[in-house]
């Protein structure tokens, strides 16, 4: 992997986050929303992956984390959408984040124990 690979990496994921943000900030609420549903993550990685690795890593990849979206992406959006009326958005993300990860590293613990991420 080159230097030059992980700067084009790096710019692509940052100018789809700025995007997002700009688009809200500007009151383009639509965009915002639609922008913000897109798995940038997801998307610049298995265009990325997709290239270097071909369509049967990305396959592979997308049906384990389908099932991990689903154990933690899920609770972490309900998490944030409950409290942050709540106890504010900062602490409703972090309290988000920790059940995001409790749950992602279970679900990778038990993936990787029984062979399903492969």
């Known amino acids: 992997m080159s230097i030059s690979n ?3 990496y790096f710019v692509t994921g940052g ?3 700025t995007i997002i943000v700009v688009l809200e900030q500007t009151g383009q609420r639509t ?3 639609l922008a913000t549903l897109i798995p ?3 998307l610049v990685a ?3 992956i997709g290239q270097t690795k071909g369509g049967q890593a990305v396959g ?3 049906k ?3 099932v991990g979206t689903l ?3 899920v609770p972490y959006m309900l998490v944030v959408a409950y409290l942050a009326p709540k106890i504010g958005p900062n602490r409703a993300i972090l309290a988000g984040l920790a059940v995001f990860f409790v749950l992602a590293l279970v679900y990778i613990g038990v993936a990787n124990r029984f062979g399903f991420s492969k």
Request: proline letters at 0%; zero cysteines; glycine letters at 0%.
């Open 60 to 62: 592979q990849h997308a």
């Open 15 to 17: 100018l789809v986050t």
């Open 71 to 73: 154990i933690s992406w």
């Open 40 to 42: 940038v993550f997801t």
């Open 6 to 8: 992980l700067i084009i």
């Open 46 to 48: 298995y265009f990325f």
């Open 31 to 33: 965009l915002s929303e």
């Open 64 to 66: 384990f984390v389908l």
